[in-house]
T-cell receptor, first 120, second 108 residues
Framework: EVQLLESGGGLVQPGGSLRLSCAASGFPFSNHGMSWVRQAPGKGLEWVSSISGNSAYTYYADSVKGRFTVSRDNSKNTLYLQMNSLTAEDTAVYYCAKIAVIARWYFDVWGRGTLGTVSS | EIVLTQSPGTVSLSPGERATLSCRAS???????LAWYQQKPGQAPRLLIY???NRAAGIPDRFSGSGSGTDFTLTISRLEPEDFAVYCC?????????FGQGTTVEIK
């Protein structure tokens, strides 16, 4: 069964950091680009970041550029998102998603998400 | 970036009825690169449609997508109890990919 399982969310103070992980199973992880998509409370989905299968290319939304870093470990079938300098606007459920087709950024597998809350 | 506006915000329907959901883009979506997703509380979002009209694997044929340019539609021909959920569209033809705010299909 194809599955994505996020972890690492929690409560952090403004200015703090969180590191999210996403464990993948059921498909050849290294062959697929992966993304993070978030959803703030009561809001729509927002693309955050993407990474190619071999980590050669990374992409970021303007809202997180310079603060967030996406990475992956293909030997562990795991995707990561390092989030620094967090603000209340970063409070959201963070989803890990598999890019369906190279150069076509729609997402055919999603995790259930992990909640990151930024509050003092 | 391309802004997607979905309407209506909420629609109340009964099982067996037809649902027609709209997604309008602020500029033309390249090559009909538009997807639809279903979201239920506490569950992973589910891909329904890609390329505006192609059903994803395992999606029942009561779900259909249409449209081009700036106007797209998701149609659920006969609502089943499990179809009551939030539906959102995504354009992926122009970077960054963007999503609509969602339409809630609720039981009347």
């Amino acid at each position: 069964e194809v599955q994505l399982l996020e972890s690492g969310g929690g409560l952090v103070q403004p200015g703090g950091s969180l590191r999210l992980s996403c464990a993948a199973s059921g498909f050849p992880f290294s062959n697929h680009g992966m993304s993070w998509v978030r959803q703030a409370p009561g809001k729509g989905l927002e693309w955050v970041s993407s990474i190619s299968g071999n980590s050669a290319y990374t992409y970021y939304a303007d809202s997180v550029k310079g603060r967030f870093t996406v990475s992956r470990d293909n030997s562990k079938n795991t995707l990561y998102l390092q989030m620094n300098s967090l603000t209340a606007e970063d409070t959201a459920v963070y989803y890990c998603a598999k890019i369906a087709v190279i150069a076509r950024w729609y997402f055919d597998v999603w995790g259930r998400g992990t909640l990151g809350t930024v509050s003092s | 970036e391309i802004v997607l506006t979905q309407s209506p915000g909420t629609v109340s329907l009964s099982p067996g009825e037809r649902a027609t959901l709209s997604c309008r883009a602020s500029q033309s979506v390249i090559d009909t690169q538009l997807a639809w997703y279903q979201q239920k509380p506490g569950q992973a979002p589910r891909l329904l449609i890609y390329g505006a009209s192609n059903r994803a694997a395992g999606i029942p044929d009561r779900f259909s997508g249409s449209g081009s340019g700036t106007d797209f539609t998701l149609t659920i021909s006969r609502l089943e109890p499990e179809d009551f959920a939030v539906y959102c569209c995504e354009q992926y033809g122009t970077s960054p990919p963007t999503f609509g705010q969602g339409t809630t299909v609720e039981i009347k």
